[in-house]
Nanobody, 124 residues
């Protein structure tokens, strides 16, 4: 599967952005998907994940209550709604799909296909 992340940009602290991850070549409807991010000078970290039906979600503590992950399998697309953005949310955000069906997880090695990343910059 090929993934294309979009929706990043420059926003002021307290603002909102919605990221999208569109899949092509193959359907993503049967596998969990996730968002990860890499902040400047840091390792890639887990942000959020969602199961195939959208009924089970996981969030990093740092984004819980501010970010919402969702998916539309009919459109082969996943989303990340980011509200109340903080400067520390500045990062390149990557979407990914798991190698196997099952539950969403926080470990990046569980994910086999990755998008190219979209940059989110939050100014103070």
């Amino acid at each position: 599967v090929q993934l294309q992340a979009s929706g990043g940009g420059l926003v002021q602290a307290g603002g909102s952005l919605r990221l999208s991850c569109a899949a092509s070549v193959r359907s993503i409807s049967s596998v969990p998907m996730g968002w990860f991010r890499q902040r400047p000078g840091k390792e890639r970290e887990f942000v959020a994940a969602i199961n195939w039906s959208g009924t089970n979600t996981l969030y990093a503590d740092s984004v819980k209550g501010r970010f919402t992950i969702s998916r539309d399998n009919a459109k082969n697309t996943m989303y990340l709604q980011m509200n109340s953005l903080k400067p520390e949310d500045t990062a390149v955000y990557y979407c990914a799909s798991k190698r196997l069906t099952g539950v969403p997880t926080t470990t990046n090695t569980d994910y086999g296909s990755w998008g190219q990343g979209t940059l989110v910059t939050v100014s103070s």
